[in-house]
């Protein structure tokens, strides 16, 4: 899956480790999520986009 | 590098997981300990310790339990990558111990090697546990 989180990230001043704090999660699991190795759960995706204000569908798009 | 060995430490999780983690080692020392002091009993008296091993046996048993409850609730609270380098590693630890079990049972069957005890079981599944979560860790950093 491809995501935006990278670009939406930089664009609110926000470091990985601000967004991990803010969504509950470890820095690393942003790192993954941000590489494209690791796909978050359906709530995480609601969370990063509840955070960002953004639908989910332009956060994260289906890789195919 | 120092990007891989922050991912292998599982540096930045959650205080909250940090918190279920020590209390998964707390309950994993007091296992460990009751073990040792029940094998040592044992060995020292023939026919037990009477009410000291009992209680020992007890402690052992109560750590057992506290371990497997507390890894529980460490795992359902985890952070989710986490949680799936987790479970991940324990399927991998259990996966091989059942393949090094048998592969041992067969060869104990014919009389090639001797059948590996429970203590060989335990390392076994702890290596290969630490191995995949290693494993896990780096693939995913």
Redesign the interface.
């Known amino acids: 899956m491809r995501n935006r989180l990278k670009v939406l990230r930089a664009e609110h001043n926000l470091t990985q480790?601000d967004l991990?704090?803010k969504l509950?999660?470890?820095?690393?699991?942003i790192?993954?999520i941000e590489k494209g190795?690791?796909d978050?759960?359906l709530s995480?995706a609601f969370k990063v986009s509840r955070l960002f204000e953004h639908p989910i569908e332009t956060i994260f798009q289906d890789a195919n | 590098m120092g990007?891989k060995i922050?991912?292998v430490m599982?540096?930045?999780?959650?205080e909250r997981?940090k918190r279920n983690a020590n209390r998964v080692n707390l309950w994993a020392f007091g296992w460990m300990f009751s073990l040792m002091g029940n094998m040592i009993l044992t060995k020292i008296f023939d026919q037990g310790a009477g009410v000291f091993w009992v209680l020992i046996f007890a402690a052992h048993i109560i750590c057992g339990v506290m371990l497997v409850l507390s890894y529980r609730r460490f795992l359902s609270q985890l952070?989710?990558?986490?949680r799936?380098v987790q479970l991940e590693a324990l399927a991998l630890a259990v996966g091989f111990s059942i393949l090094v079990f048998s592969a041992g049972s067969v060869l104990d069957s014919v009389g090639v090697l001797g059948k590996p005890d429970a203590a060989v079981m335990v390392v076994v599944m702890s290596l290969t546990y630490m191995g995949g979560l290693i494993i896990g860790?780096i693939?995913?950093?």
């Open positions: 480790a991990a704090a509950d999660v470890s820095r690393q699991t790192i993954a190795k690791f978050p759960s995480l | 990007a922050d991912a599982a540096k930045g999780l959650p997981d952070d989710e990558m986490e799936k860790r693939r995913l950093a």
